[in-house]
């Protein structure tokens, strides 16, 4: 059986078909019973042997599916039998079986689609549990898929946590070997740059691919910058004298 109980029906199409316009109004009752059926078995049963009948068709199998008599089958199908051709050990319409391929394929895009939404909802759920005195983060004990428990370590070791939805829809985009990931945001870490606290949004990290980069160390005597969790809403990680990104709260501990 088909995997969807409908199908499209496109009315200019249908009635401006030449072949359709030379039907009877009993043809085209016909035709219609036809349509419905191969839909919902992708076919008409075919018969290679038949000659009788345009499109080999299986007469005996047609005149009980439908319920009519041979004499009525014989009679209608030389209009009908037009409009379906034989692929396989079935006759089809192309036009039918064009929607059925484009059905598919759209329900596997929703159906992929659906899968990431639901993959990005389930880790943006692990919300962590930010401790503003001791800066410290911790994350809910709740059970985590592989791709998951990867984000969740590389934001809670990414210095900048602002855009933690886009953070984690890019990483799933685009990263496919979290160790590499890891590898670079350790040379990140010890870099000029950040230390400096010029710190790019995690997304935007992600979508450059910036832990393939090599970033110039920072120098012997070059202090890191000090981050903690903005104490009003401790939404976003800010440095001393910087803005919350979330709430635009400055910090001014630490001066």
């Known amino acids: 059986m088909?995997?969807?109980?409908?199908?499209?029906?496109?009315?200019?199409?249908?009635?401006?078909?030449?072949?359709v316009r030379l039907m009877t109004d009993e043809e085209l009752g016909f035709y219609v019973r036809c349509l419905n059926h191969a839909w919902l078995n992708r076919g008409l049963p075919a018969d290679a042997n038949a000659e009788q009948l345009q499109c080999k068709c299986n007469a005996n199998a047609m005149q009980r599916i439908f319920g009519v008599s041979q004499e009525y089958l014989f009679g209608v199908w030389e209009k009908v039998g037009e409009c379906f051709v034989?692929?396989?050990n079935r006759l089809v319409n192309k036009k039918q079986e064009?929607?059925?391929?484009l059905k598919n394929k759209i329900s596997r895009v929703r159906s992929q689609a659906a899968k990431r939404r639901s993959i990005c909802s389930a880790i943006a759920q692990q919300t962590p549990i930010q401790t503003c005195g001791s800066g410290s983060i911790s994350y809910s004990s709740s059970s985590r898929s592989e791709d998951g428990s990867s984000f969740k370590?590389?934001?809670?070791r990414y210095p900048n946590k602002v855009g933690e939805q886009m953070a984690v829809q890019m990483w799933l985009s685009v990263v496919d070997d979290a160790d590499a990931v890891f590898t670079g945001l350790a040379r990140w870490e010890k870099s000029s740059q950040w230390r400096r606290g010029i710190i790019e949004?995690?997304?935007t990290w992600l979508s450059k691919r910036m832990?393939?980069?090599e970033p110039i160390p920072a120098e012997p005597d070059q202090r890191s910058v000090d981050y903690a969790p903005c104490a009003k809403c401790g939404g976003a990680m800010v440095a001393v004298c910087g803005k919350c990104p979330e709430c635009g709260t400055?910090?001014?501990e630490g001066k």
């Not at 409908?6 to 199409?13: I, L, N, T």
């Open 211 to 213: 832990w393939m980069d």
């Open 86 to 88: 034989l692929e396989g």
């Open 98 to 101: 064009s929607l059925r391929l």
């Open 201 to 203: 949004r995690p997304e």
């Open 2 to 19: 088909a995997e969807d109980p409908w199908f499209k029906w496109y009315p200019k199409d249908f009635e401006t078909d030449e072949r």
């Open 250 to 252: 400055e910090r001014t």
């Open 153 to 156: 370590e590389f934001w809670k």
